[in-house]
Nanobody
Framework: QVQLVESGGGLVQPGGSLRLSCAASGFTFRAYVLNWYRQSPGKERDFIASISGGGRTTRYADSVQGRFTISRDNTKYTAYLQVDSLKPEDTAVYYC?????????WGKGTLVRVSS
């Protein structure tokens, strides 16, 4: 089954860290760019970061540059998003995504809540 499954979210205090995971199955994971997005309550889904199939090229949104780190382990069919120095405004559902030629694939998301 072709799918992406996110995990690792939770409640964290401001300044804290989490590592989000995105487990892929059903396709050749290393062949595709992997993206992370997030959606805060009442807002649109926004791009956060991307990583090339081989993992050598990464790109970040300005809002998370220097605080978030994207990576992948193609042997485990898994991508990661290390989120550090979290702020209340980082509260959102975090999604991983692959844009196949046939259309986008999304996971169901994992909730990150930053609150004291």
């Amino acid at each position: 089954q072709v799918q992406l499954v996110e995990s690792g979210g939770g409640l964290v205090q401001p300044g804290g860290s989490l590592r989000l995971s995105c487990a892929a199955s059903g396709f050749t994971f290393r062949a595709y760019v992997l993206n992370w997005y997030r959606q805060s309550p009442g807002k649109e889904r926004d791009f956060i970061a991307s990583i090339s199939g081989g993992g050598r090229t990464t790109r970040y949104a300005d809002s998370v540059q220097g605080r978030f780190t994207i990576s992948r382990d193609n042997t485990k069919y898994t991508a990661y998003l290390q989120v550090d120095s979290l702020k209340p405004e980082d509260t959102a559902v975090y999604y991983c995504n692959i844009d196949f030629p046939s259309g986008p694939l999304w996971g169901k998301g994992t909730l990150v809540r930053v609150s004291s």
